[in-house]
């Protein structure tokens, strides 16, 4: 009887499962929406419980879809979206509605951390820059806003760790997931008192997970669980790791000096090192799922989720088109980009529709819009100001010393030729995109494979179960137009910092200063 792993992977909008047998190859893979809510500006919820509703029908779907038997799932892992909060109260329920990795409600706390000087207390421990979605954050204002939300808090979980404890019922963290919640000694890999005390949070150390490994058997598949989702009780689950390392490990990055691209909800720019890199100006530094490695990321909610709004917002005449077709409206939309070629849109697009990484009070926009302009330009302008994003944070992983000749490339944003084109020319690096459409989810299995002995190690892993689809090289001729157009849109932030701020200063009901 065959053998395959599951992988679980939650996002910020869909709940997945997909089986893949023991070679890597995706055998069925479902999904199921699990909607967020907007109660307030700012604010990114959904309900714990649909999430795991939805979660375990979508492993519910894709046995019966696929026709594999319970028992032939060896091993479960899971993954999901970093930062965010889900907090389980000491009954062992949810505490409250979920809070997901694109909120910005504690943005103010950020700013007033930042102006007292605190990050440069922490960042010796944390190894990382502060964000408004981080659960240090989060959880800070929560104490201040939701005092008796704050006492009845059991377990402190990101969002693939309350999956897993809805499989499992047991409350455990890996060190992946927790090392990028500014919340650990990430270089000492443990919790620090010391650290909690900075945020005025050492009353939440008992609700901190224990830490496994992402590979390590966390529990089981309880009876409950089981019925849910048709698994077989007892099948193990593993520790789950980051969705930052699931897609690296799920591209086959495992070495130091390997390079991950995801191209997503997040621009994620990620380099393995053998020793941690500890720079200020650097977004992240975390502990790698393979055991003694560090991986160093530059990230933002600035990529290929733009494109997803775009299409929601304005291409119904294009979805039209894709459905008479039977292909992808993203299809349609790489096939109008295409239609110019490199230098052929002048509008600059800045991809800050769900966060930024220059200041709090950025925003997306287009500029430079004139009447002969079409959908097309504007498209164009948008798959190059998501690539400009990803630029900027490759150029800081440089700056600090990271060689790189080539980069592997997943997400939304590497299912299009053109876009990843885009990348090649501007990054003026081959681009290796790995086989599969569901990395992330790979990963995590994957995982579950080194935890139940399938693969002896990440090694092993990587070269039985990944492969590379494509490879596409730099076009020389094509990275001046890009550069050029780069350069403007570097000189648009300087510019736009101030009117961003009195912005977002009329949005919160205040006068500017000239009133």
């Known amino acids: 009887m065959s053998e395959y792993l599951l992988g679980i992977d939650n996002g910020n909008t869909i709940s997945k499962a997909a089986i893949f047998d023991l070679a890597g190859r995706e055998i069925q893979v479902t999904s199921r929406k699990a909607d967020s809510e907007y109660p307030q500006p700012g604010w990114t919820e959904r309900s714990m419980d649909e999430l795991w509703q939805s979660t375990a029908m979508a492993v519910k779907d894709a046995l019966s879809q696929s026709g594999i038997k319970p028992q032939q799932i060896i091993g479960v892992g899971t993954t999901g979206h970093g930062n965010g909060l889900y907090l389980i109260d000491k009954d062992g329920r949810p505490a409250r509605a979920g809070i997901q990795s694109l909120d910005s409600r504690a943005a103010h706390i950020i700013d007033n951390w930042n102006r007292d000087g605190l990050h440069d207390q922490v960042f010796p421990f944390t190894t990382q820059a ?50 990028g919640t500014s919340l650990m000694d990430v270089r000492n890999k443990c919790y620090s008192e010391e650290l909690l005390n900075f945020y005025d949070l ?75 890199i500890v720079d200020p100006a650097l977004f992240m530094t975390s502990i790698y799922t393979v055991p003694d490695l560090w991986l160093t990321i530059e990230a933002s909610a600035t990529s290929a989720t733009n494109l997803e709004w775009f299409v929601t917002q304005f291409c119904a005449e294009e979805k039209t088109e894709a459905d ?27 991809p800050f529709l769900f966060g930024s990484n220059v200041q709090a009070s950025a925003r997306a926009g287009f500029y430079g819009i004139a009447g002969w302009h079409t959908k097309a330009h504007m498209l164009r302008s948008l798959y190059e100001g998501v690539v400009y994003g990803h630029l900027s944070h490759f150029e800081k992983l440089r700056d600090a010393g990271s060689q790189v000749d080539v980069a592997r490339l997943s997400g939304g944003g590497a299912h299009s030729s053109v876009w990843t084109q885009i990348f090649a020319d501007t990054l003026q690096l081959p681009m290796e995109v790995p086989d599969g459409i569901e990395i992330g989810a790979r990963g995590a299995a994957l995982s579950a494979g080194i935890g139940v002995g399938v693969y002896k190690d990440h090694a092993d892993a990587v070269a039985t179960a990944v492969k590379i689809e494509r490879r596409q090289e730099p076009n020389p001729a094509a990275t001046p137009f890009y550069l050029e157009r780069y350069a403007e849109y570097k000189k648009l932030l300087e510019c736009m910092q101030e009117p961003w701020d009195r912005l977002s200063r009329l949005k919160q009901g205040e006068q500017s200063d000239s009133e």
């Open 130 to 179: 502060f964000w408004p979605a981080q659960p240090n954050a989060l959880l800070a204002w929560i104490k201040q806003n939701e005092a008796q939300v704050y006492q009845r808090i059991g377990a402190v979980l990101m969002v693939k760790d309350y999956i897993k404890y809805c499989l499992t019922g047991e409350i455990t963290s890996d060190f992946t997931d927790m090392s």
């Open 202 to 276: 050492a009353d939440i150390r008992p609700a901190l997970p224990t830490l496994v490994t992402s590979f390590e058997i966390a529990g089981r598949i309880t009876p409950d669980a089981a019925r849910a989702t048709g698994l077989a009780a007892g099948t193990p689950v593993v520790g789950g790791l980051f969705d930052v390392d699931a897609s690296a490990l799920g591209a086959g990055v495992h070495q130091p000096g390997q390079v991950c691209i995801i191209a997503g909800t997040w621009s994620i720019n990620e380099i393995v090192t053998s020793d941690p």
């Open 324 to 350: 008479r077709r039977g292909i992808s409206v993203y299809d349609v939309c790489s096939e109008m980009v295409d239609s110019l070629p490199p230098g052929g849109s002048d509008i600059i697009f800045h």
